[in-house]
Every structure is written in C-alpha cells, then in structure tokens.
T-cell receptor
C-alpha cells in the first residue's frame, strides 16, 4: 500500500514568519511531487510541483525534495493570513502515475 | 492548465433518489477522475473515467452505486444512486493533462442527503 503522510495540524504560525510543512512518502519509485492548497469550501489548487532533488522556488513558496530520505517539504516565507488553508501533498505513483494523496495539514497564520 | 466546469455546485436530495454530476473540460483529456471528500478529510478516489471503455473503480466503490459515463474526451458524468445520508460529501472531478503534470480540479459538488 503506497502511502503519503502529513501532520494533520493545525499548524499555527505568526504572520511574517516561515511556515514549514512536511510530507513523507513510501513509494521509492515516485518521480513527481505536488503541493496543493485548499481553502475551506473550495477545491484543491496546485501551487508547486517538484521532480528533482533539491529546492524549487516560486515567489514566497519553496519546495524541497529529498528522494533518498523520501520527504518533500513546503516552505512559505513571509506568511500572510491569506495563506491560511489546508495544504495537501500528492505523490505520483510509480506504477500507474496516479496521484496518492496525503491527509493534508491545516495551516493557520495568526495576524 | 485546463478549465473545468462542474455542476451542480450543490444540492440537497432525498434519500433513495439519484443525482448526476456533470464535468465539462475546455480541452481534450485522456484521463478524468472522480473524487469524494468528506468534511475535514482528504481526497478519496472513486474511479477513473476512460473514454470509450468502462470506468475503473477503486476498492469500496461499485458501478451500480456510482455509474460513470465518458462519452467523449471533454465530458463525464458521475451518478450517485439510491442515496443515503452517508453519501453526503463533496464530489470533485479532476483531469490530468500530462504525465507528471499534476491534476486540475473542478469546483466541486456539495451533496447533502436528507
């Protein structure tokens, strides 16, 4: 059973600080990794994708991937109240290329 | 990325009835997925809708309860049949435009069964 694990939270971070979200996965053959943001009552929205070890930056967001240790992080710099949402980690399965979803981490940015 | 129109956005239905959810994509896609999301929970894949063949259902989901149609590469429907309160949930369609490209989601259908 391929799995993706996330801390459910809630993770509370002061406004302006760095929010760090982590995700571990079990499928060693996975090559594609995604972070989605989901606001309450809305559908998930893709915010970051990463395929190679190391860091990938996009504005205030940085994704970090370590395939040897099987984890992927999402860092949000200068956190804003509008970043308050649930963040879902998704990993593309190596056998059928379908996404395996984590349970999500609820992030709360406190003004 | 694709634009997905999903409807209805919400509905309140009587138990024992059926509801059909429609998903229209603005480009041709090979794979469409139907998910269910209970409040505060993550996504559960119901089935993969394939054009020109039967849908592939995940464990715990059966065609008699969740029949799916996929008449062409831009459209799919999911029917929730003989509904019970346990079917109350958000139903989402999604598409994959390319291998390794992630998924795009429709806006969801919030279903309440009374």
């Amino acid at each position: 059973q391929k799995e993706v694990e996330q801390n459910s939270g809630p993770l509370s971070v002061p406004e302006g600080a760095i929010a760090s979200l982590n995700c571990t996965y079990s499928d060693r053959g996975s090559q594609s990794f995604f972070w989605y943001r989901q606001y309450s009552g809305k559908s998930p929205e893709l915010i970051m994708s990463i395929y190679s070890n190391g860091d990938k930056e996009d504005g205030r967001f940085t994704a970090q991937l370590n395939k040897a240790s099987q984890y992927v992080f999402l860092l949000i710099r200068d956190s804003q109240p509008s970043d308050s949402a649930t963040y879902l980690c998704a990993v593309e399965g190596s056998s059928n290329y379908q996404l395996i979803w984590g349970a999500g981490t609820k992030l709360i940015i406190k003004p | 990325s694709a634009v997905i129109s999903q409807k209805p956005s919400r509905d309140i239905c009587q138990r024992g009835t059926s509801l059909t959810i429609q998903c229209q994509v603005d480009s041709q896609v090979t794979m469409m997925f139907w998910y269910r999301q209970q409040p505060g929970q993550s996504l559960t894949l119901i089935a993969t809708a394939n054009q020109g063949s039967e849908a592939t259902y995940e464990s715990g989901f059966v065609i008699d309860k969740f029949p799916i149609s996929r008449p062409n590469l831009t459209f799919s429907t999911l029917t929730v049949s003989n509904m019970s309160p346990e079917d109350s949930s958000i139903y989402l369609c999604s598409v994959s435009l390319a291998v390794r490209g992630g998924y795009t989601f429709g806006s969801g259908t919030r279903l309440t069964v009374v």
